[in-house]
């Protein structure tokens, strides 16, 4: 090896089977996670960014520098014109079944954009993709919950804008879940390389897959209750930790420890610290649901649970994650049915998935783009053998 080969990592037997955890495999343009700083995009803490406009933000990933006004407007201006669905998709959502997941209606649904509308350009089938998402999520919640036939679209409106729009969320009251799905938006762009969907997706991109097809798979991943499906379960946590009373809360974490129970909103597989992404939306919640018990009970969490998860040291981080309050404000706010936010999740993740894609495809190795994955397994408990008897 020539002296200026850096060795970044070196693999040992113990690195083995551990879901390449730390393992450098690429380099990524979009976003880095400190774990202590938590996530920059293209080099902004994302606490700075959180109430830019979601379209700003995804122009930054995509283009790696804040749009000015005039480059926003016109960003704005070409996603609105890029909107428009395939008018079957009324259709084709209402004949799936309703006791599907959300998320199983949200890998559907892409699959069905990607069959009407894909091009085969990396670039034109994400900027497109993401345009075309409010309305896809929109309908998701409206057709899959009966609150029937979908609005019609109004791209002109803004992303976030017109996905509220066309929701109709019953009782909701729309200038407060706009606020709120616009932070939210923002908040879950992107989050490095290497996390389960975004690497998904880029795999799958890798054997020259379009990036319809590619998200569906990083969808796939992003509906793990180990990964984005947490925002699920954390929201029904603390539904069950029952009251913001912090000695209650306190009882019921050392009881769910004591059973071998998960703390759900605390800890991280990169931070190592409270996640900034949780810091903006208690901020919020203060904001707009202050009185809310169960934003109360998840904001008496961040102190409770922290304290009595901090007594054990095997503990890498005892801190709040992104999902820790997320839930509650959407619940606030009229999303009271946790099964749909893995799917707000995906609707702002497929963003940061697709600027990855196009920068591993057009940009990575002077424009020859990132080589087909192919990682090594090393083989274990396979003794080569015939056969036929000797
Ligand atoms: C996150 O947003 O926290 C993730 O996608 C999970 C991760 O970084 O592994």
Request: some cysteine; charged content about 25%.
């Amino acid at each position: 090896m020539s002296e200026t080969k850096k060795v970044l990592f070196e693999v040992t037997e113990e690195h083995l089977d551990t879901g390449l955890r730390g393992f450098p495999v690429g380099t990524c343009r979009t976003s880095s996670v400190d774990p202590i700083e938590g996530v920059h995009y293209v080099g902004y803490p994302v606490e700075d960014l959180a109430l830019l406009d979601p379209e700003a933000a995804v122009y930054l990933l995509f283009y790696k520098n804040l749009p000015d006004a005039e480059q926003l407007t016109a960003f704005k201006a070409d996603l609105a014109r890029r909107a428009a669905v395939d008018l079957r998709l009324t259709g084709f959502l209402s004949a799936l079944p309703r006791d599907g997941h959300p998320m199983e209606w949200l890998m559907a649904g892409l699959t069905f954009l990607g069959m009407t509308g894909k091009t085969g350009d990396f670039r034109e089938d994400s900027f497109n993709m993401i345009a075309r998402m409010p309305e896809l999520v929109a309908n998701v919640f409206r057709l899959r919950s009966g609150w029937g036939p979908p609005i019609p679209s109004r791209p002109e409106l803004g992303m976030v804008e017109n996905f509220i729009h066309m929701l109709g969320m019953p009782g909701g009251d729309p200038a407060k879940l706009t606020e709120m799905i616009r932070i939210f938006y923002v908040l879950h762009l992107d989050h490095g390389g290497g996390n389960l969907s975004t690497f998904v997706g880029k795999s799958v991109a890798s054997g020259l897959a379009d990036v319809y097809a590619s998200n569906v798979a990083a969808m796939a991943g992003l509906y793990g209750p180990r990964h984005g499906r947490a925002n699920q379960d954390c929201l029904d946590f603390v539904r069950k930790v029952g009251s913001p009373d912090k000695a209650k809360i306190e009882a019921f974490v050392r009881n769910e420890l004591a059973s071998g129970g998960l703390i759900f909103g605390f800890g991280h597989a990169v931070l190592r610290a409270e996640d900034p992404r949780a810091r903006v939306q208690y901020a919020l919640g203060e904001r707009i649901c202050g009185d809310d018990p169960l934003f109360q009970t998840a904001r008496n969490m961040r102190e409770v649970a922290v304290k009595v998860l901090q007594e054990n040291p095997k503990v890498a981080n005892p801190y709040p994650n992104v999902d820790a309050v997320s839930g509650t404000l959407l619940n606030a706010t009229g999303f009271t049915d946790s099964e749909y936010y893995t799917v707000l999740f995906g609707f702002s993740r497929v963003a940061g998935i697709a600027a990855q894609i196009v920068d591993e495809r057009l940009v990575a190795r002077g424009g020859k783009g990132v080589a087909i994955y192919r990682c090594k397994y090393v083989p274990r408990d396979q003794p080569r053998r015939r056969l036929t008897a000797s």
